[in-house]
T-cell receptor, first 118, second 115 residues
Framework: AQKITQTQPGMFVQEKEAVTLDCTYDTSDQSYGLFWYKQPSSGEMIFLIYQGSYDEQNATEGRYSLNFQKARKSANLVISASQLGDSAMYFCAMSPNAGGTSYGKLTFGQGTILTVHP | DVKVTQSSRYLVKRTGEKVFLECVQDMDHENMFWYRQDPGLGLRLIYFSYDVKMKEKGDIPEGYSVSREKKERFSLILESASTNQTSMYLC??????????????FGEGSRLTVL
């Protein structure tokens, strides 16, 4: 079984600073995918970034990067130059296989609420 | 713009009522999912479907059933609602054929309160 753990219920950051949201995972699979989603107060889930277990380089998407440390089983999200609009709930999630064949059977963590102060 | 639409944003029902949550996607996706979101627990998979008329149980299927008669529509059914089913319900879709990541596309959620 797969498990995702997000140990930070809430995080605060000053506008324009960088912030790291922690995510650790547990799986016996060799092939898996890791995701981060953002959920603003309006409720919709927004896909941010993806990392396959066989990807050697850390994924980046604009101001988002995923710090993937396979040996430590961690997949932390780094948001650079935080903006007020980044205030939201952030979920780390895992799929049972990498490379686009996950079929959406994601296992989610508990979420971290990020608050960006002006 | 791709879209997953859930029929009701907010519902209030009484214990024992039958509840239908409807979800429609316009992306011609094969896969559709129902998740439940609770504080401190994240999202948990209730049921999913890979094709019309097929369904598979997720992690917490007890007390729920689903229906997928058409590719674009996936319904979640609470046969006899109970107070512990008060939650946010999120529908999602994906297509393994056209996404390298297997990304999920979510609806806006349906917040159900069972009294």
């Amino acid at each position: 079984a797969q498990k995702i753990t997000q140990t930070q219920p809430g995080m605060f950051v000053q506008e324009k600073e960088a912030v790291t949201l922690d995510c650790t995972y547990d799986t016996s699979d060799q092939s898996y995918g890791l995701f981060w989603y953002k959920q603003p107060s309006s409720g919709e889930m927004i896909f941010l970034i993806y990392q396959g277990s066989y990807d050697e380089q850390n994924a980046t998407e604009g101001r988002y990067s995923l710090n993937f440390q396979k040996a430590r089983k961690s997949a932390n999200l780094v948001i650079s130059a935080s903006q007020l609009g980044d205030s939201a709930m952030y979920f780390c999630a895992m799929s049972p296989n990498a490379g686009g064949t996950s079929y959406g059977k994601l296992t989610f963590g508990q979420g971290t609420i990020l608050t960006v102060h002006p | 713009d791709v879209k997953v639409t859930q029929s009701s944003r907010y519902l209030v029902k009484r214990t024992g009522e039958k509840v239908f949550l409807e979800c429609v996607q316009d992306m011609d996706h094969e896969n559709m999912f129902w998740y439940r979101q609770d504080p401190g627990l994240g999202l948990r998979l209730i049921y999913f479907s890979y094709d019309v008329k097929m369904k598979e149980k997720g992690d917490i299927p007890e007390g729920y059933s689903v229906s997928r008669e058409k590719k674009e529509r996936f319904s979640l059914i609470l046969e006899s609602a109970s107070t512990n089913q008060t939650s946010m319900y999120l529908c999602a879709s994906s297509s393994p054929g056209d996404s390298r990541t297997g990304e999920l596309f979510f609806g806006e959620g349906s917040r159900l309160t069972v009294l």
